[in-house]
């Protein structure tokens, strides 16, 4: 049955974004570039949130249905459902030297993206209880929607890791006025970063799609010798 995908950004108070640093050209202190050296590398570090899975068996077909109203399709009745609310969290320690006239700093961001489906709940109509057949094959075309979400957080890690790792951690300490950098970092993980995960995300639409296909549905609902049809006809 049609899984809904909801998407939601965070940032925290220390959360860092950057809007393109471009490298300012000053004369940098002898002195305060020896400092610099003993700062850390920029990095980034890419975590995949592992969410538990919560069954949820209290609503209606009905309610389901009006539930999963956007993904299913006209006159389908929904008799399992997948939610899964994406996130994404940039945070950052960033250690920073300024120089002597306080007029200059170079700083090493160390981000850390956090990213992946929480909550994540499978539903299952309470007219088809826990041990009923029908029940196991609903909640079994389910857990491939889950199965979904989860090798879609996996597939997209490398590319994730690859790209915030060209952008932010190339070597190079960051150098720029006193004060300036974290705010601009936080502007363009705002910006531009947030933005591109949730893009990353949202790609695993197409692959839930192909999972439920008309075949699909009339297997699922044909199963356990029709006893699905039947509990439906008697609703109706």
Not at 35 to 57: G, Q, Y
Not at 89 to 107: L, M
Not at 121 to 126: F, G, K, N, Q, S
Not at 166 to 191: H, K, M, V, Y
Request: glycine share 6%; net charge positive; aromatic share 6%.
């Amino acid at each position: 049955m049609p899984p809904a995908i909801g998407i939601r950004l965070k940032r925290s108070k220390h959360a860092l974004r950057l809007a393109a640093l471009p490298l300012l050209a000053f004369a940098w202190p002898a002195m305060a570039a020896d400092l610099c050296a003993d700062l850390p590398k920029p990095s980034v570090t890419v975590k995949r949130l592992e969410a538990p899975i919560t069954l949820n068996t209290v609503y209606s077909y009905q309610s389901l249905t009006n539930l999963g109203s956007a993904r299913a399709r006209p006159g389908q009745q929904v008799l399992g459902l997948t939610r899964g609310n994406a996130m994404a969290r940039f945070t950052s320690n960033t250690p920073a030297v300024i120089d002597a006239s306080g007029r200059w700093e170079c700083a090493s961001p160390q981000i850390v993206l956090t990213y992946g489906f929480n909550p994540l709940t499978v539903y299952v109509a309470r007219e088809f209880p826990p041990g009923s057949c029908a029940h196991k094959e609903i909640h079994n075309h389910e857990m491939r929607h889950v199965e979904t979400y989860q090798k879609h957080l996996i597939d997209i890690e490398k590319s994730l890791t690859e790209t915030l790792n060209a952008r932010f951690a190339t070597g190079s300490i960051w150098r720029g006025p006193a004060g300036q950098t974290a705010a601009r970092l936080q502007n363009e993980l705002d910006e531009r970063w947030l933005p591109y995960v949730q893009r990353e995300i949202q790609k695993v639409d197409a692959a839930q799609a192909m999972i439920d296909t008309t075949e699909e549905y009339e297997r699922v609902s044909n199963a356990c010798d029709g006893q699905i049809t039947k509990r439906l006809r008697q609703r109706n």
